[in-house]
């Protein structure tokens, strides 16, 4: 049986107090991290050492405290701070489950099977989140290693369950030596060194490679529509019109510095459903006058009371062809319009293929899965986000584009603009808080990758799926006592 370590209340406050602090410092703005790989170490302690129902119930709330918290730092001027529990909620929930499952084992089954448990029961947690929630894959652990670029390759084998488990066993280790001793799980911790010895290296190996395909010069166009513009079209979509010509002039210098595909950033501007002739029939003239491909994204006025809205893009080609309409996919739970069905339509230009997504689709592994499965090789996303998740949001699209070993550039509103190579490598930006034009040319070459995970899938987050649930038999035919800590 496991020695308790913690028999008065001081030291459980401390780890509750620890693991908190340790949250707000790993996720989202300015997160730290190095500090994902024992992040929930303090909280799987507390839940080793204290079996109450109320203690329970204690760590439950103070796991919502910390995410709200966490998620608060993404709030700045441009959004209210209503949404924050929305998404905080959820992600708590999700590390409670994990957690209380892993607690479960970790006295009934041993130590080292409620290390492995926490790993499995996380990744599938994120897996439900962001295949069948609106949650995208927003608090998903693998997302404190964007820094970490060859960690990130590991991406392409696995997807961001295969780094979710990984990350997450460091702090079920962590947990299991702190418990039960590190003789416990010392074969595991040497195991998991290796394994994360061999992935950093693969990583390096990867990132060792030239990306192949095709030269071509592709630019992005930040419109200068900013989010107060924007809530001014809530009422009326024609105030937005004394800004056309500078997008336009914007669009036009992308072309003038050599690009052949010119991207918009999403919702460039909104126009009524009379005025969406207007606006795409100049598009479509520069598109032709300037010899480019055209991704135009824009919005049109559904109703104004209340406003909604739908959220496109459209592309044209040089000869004046609209070559796909694509309407988002993955809403933001907040923002007024519906869902398009339809995947985007993968356009040959140049010798090369382009498909992409708008902003928050690319938070969801599936699309980046789908352009890549549909042929594409090169991905135009046009977004819009806000200080708070900047540059946190396109380097999780990042994250997407390495799985499936997809080129992107992402121009978007009021953060930083990026385009990748298929291996993440950021080959140009455009910083919101620059004296910039709102262009950026970069040239970049034009094919895809092949990677397991386009073959593979969500593989991982099925077999720890399968994992928890020989876990769950094994605990239903324990008898309710604690096990041996080996």
């Known amino acids: ?44 302690v507390f839940i080793h050492e204290c079996s109450k129902t109320k203690q329970k119930f204690t760590l439950f709330i103070t796991l919502v405290i910390a995410y709200i918290l966490a998620v608060s730092k993404m709030v700045t001027s441009e959004i209210p701070w209503a949404p924050a529990p929305m998404y905080a909620i959820p992600i708590a929930i999700e590390v409670f489950v994990s957690m209380y499952v892993a607690g479960v084992a970790h006295h009934r089954l041993g130590a080292r099977w409620g290390a492995y448990t926490f790993a499995s029961v996380l990744t599938v947690m994120g897996w439900i989140q962001y295949s069948f929630t609106p949650g995208a894959t927003w608090g998903i652990l693998a997302h404190t290693q964007q820094d970490n670029l060859p960690l990130v390759q590991l991406a392409a084998l696995t997807g961001v369950g295969g780094i979710t488990f990984l990350v997450a066993l460091g702090s079920g280790l962590a947990a299991a030596a702190w418990s039960s001793g590190i003789k416990t799980v010392r074969k595991d911790i040497i195991a998991f060194g290796l394994i994360l010895l061999c992935s950093l290296l693969y990583g390096q190996f990867r990132l060792s490679s030239t990306a192949p395909g095709k030269m071509i010069r592709v630019g992005g166009v930040i419109s200068p529509v900013t989010h107060t513009d924007f809530r001014s079209a809530y009422e009326n979509a024609d105030t937005l019109r004394r800004l056309d010509n500078e997008l336009f002039a914007r669009t036009e210098k992308a072309a003038e510095l050599g690009a052949k595909v010119v991207v918009w950033n999403e919702v460039a501007t909104v126009v009524t459903a009379p005025g969406e002739e207007v606006l795409v029939s100049r598009a479509r003239e520069l598109a032709m006058k300037k010899n480019i491909l055209l991704c135009m994204a824009y919005g049109v006025v559904v109703s104004t009371h209340p406003f909604y809205y739908a959220n496109k893009y459209r592309i044209y080609l040089p ?52 352009n890549a499965n549909d042929g594409a090789e090169f991905a135009l996303i046009p977004s819009s986000d806000w200080r708070g998740i900047d540059p946190q949001h396109a380097l999780m699209a990042r994250m997407n584009t390495v799985a499936v070993g997809l080129p992107m550039i992402r121009p978007v509103r009021a953060s930083t603009s990026i385009a990748c190579d298929q291996y993440g490598r950021i080959l140009g930006s455009l910083s919101w808080q620059g004296t910039g034009d709102g262009v950026f040319v970069v040239a970049m070459r034009g094919a895809r990758v092949p990677t397991l995970y386009t073959k593979t899938g969500e593989v991982i987050p099925l077999l720890a799926l399968a994992f928890t649930i020989l876990v769950l038999v094994l605990i239903l035919r324990q008898p309710r006592k604690f096990a041996s800590s080996s």
């Open 1 to 44: 049986m496991s020695t308790s370590l913690y028999n008065n209340r001081l030291p459980t406050t401390f780890l509750l107090l620890a693991g908190s602090i340790l949250i707000i410092l790993t996720f989202i703005r300015f997160g730290i991290g190095e500090l994902g790989w024992v992040v929930f170490a303090p909280m799987l």
């Open 319 to 370: 000869d004046g062809t609209m070559a796909d309409e694509y309407v988002k996919r993955h809403p933001v739970p907040v923002d007024p319009h519906d869902a398009g069905h339809a995947h985007a339509r993968v356009i040959s230009f140049d010798g090369i293929k382009f498909s992409g997504g708008i902003c928050y689709d690319y938070s969801f592994p599936e699309i980046a899965y789908d």
